[in-house]
């Protein structure tokens, strides 16, 4: 079993539209992230939820946003897609602050 | 500033050498995490090796081991004995517990590892 899975793998969309992606975990986790890895293969946090707490990296547009309907799922929702947003985006999970991370297998964004 | 410095964009290493990546780091906080990743050509992040802190020892996994300079801040990965399967992304990643990027995980901009026949 995946412990980590996130859907779809591939998503290639026009700009202006909105879509979602998809991250759920099996392993029990507290914690859920959304990472974002530009073209250059830098990992940047963009979200982080935990008990119902969400922190948002800064830096990020309000046209992302996280949902969670439950402890094992966390799906990103973006709205008025750029060619900007091109990029994989990886969720992960962690039972603590102190633990490693367990990461999908990303999601490639194209935005055409 | 950026927390996690990995000065070598790109490294080369004979089959069944050993290689050292280097990582720096910078905190002030007390209590923090360092960790390696290893991200292949196939896109996946795969979780390497750990090191606390307040571990008094150097972490090791297998051919992976961490060299953990404290007073230094650094943190670099020793692979043994390289494997062609070894050539990859490597990403040294820091976690603060009580600092400001809030117990996430923050990474460097990555090693590339090439291993020649």
């Known amino acids: 079993d995946t412990a980590v899975s996130q859907t779809p793998k591939y998503l290639v969309t026009q700009m202006g539209n909105d879509k979602s992606i998809k991250c759920e975990q099996n392993l029990g986790h507290d914690t859920m992230y959304w990472y974002k890895q530009d073209s250059k293969k830098f990992l940047k946090i963009m979200f982080s939820y935990n008990n119902k707490e969400l922190i948002i990296n800064e830096t990020v547009p309000n046209r992302f946003s996280p949902k969670s309907p439950d402890k094992a799922h966390l799906n990103l929702h973006i709205n008025s897609l750029e060619l900007g947003d091109s990029a994989v985006y990886f969720c992960?999970?962690?039972?603590?602050?102190?633990?490693?991370?367990?990461f999908g297998s990303g999601t490639q964004l194209s935005v055409l | 500033a950026q927390k996690i410095t990995q000065t070598q964009p790109g490294m080369f290493v004979q089959e069944k050498e050993a290689v050292t990546l280097d990582c720096t780091y910078d905190t002030s906080d007390p209590s923090y995490g360092l960790f390696w990743y290893k991200q292949p050509s196939s896109g996946e992040m795969i979780f390497l090796i750990y090191q606390g802190s307040y571990d008094q020892q150097n972490a090791t996994e297998g051919r992976y081991s961490l060299n953990f300079q404290k007073a230094r801040k650094s943190a670099n990965l020793v692979i043994s004995a390289s494997q062609l399967g070894d050539s990859a992304m490597y990403f040294c990643?820091?976690?603060?517990?009580?600092?400001?990027?809030?117990?996430?995980?923050?990474f460097g901009k990555g090693t590339k590892l090439s291993v020649k026949p």
């Open positions: 992960a999970s962690s039972s603590n602050t102190n633990e490693k991370l367990f």
């Open positions: 990643a820091m976690r603060e517990l009580y600092g400001g990027s809030q117990g996430n995980l923050i």
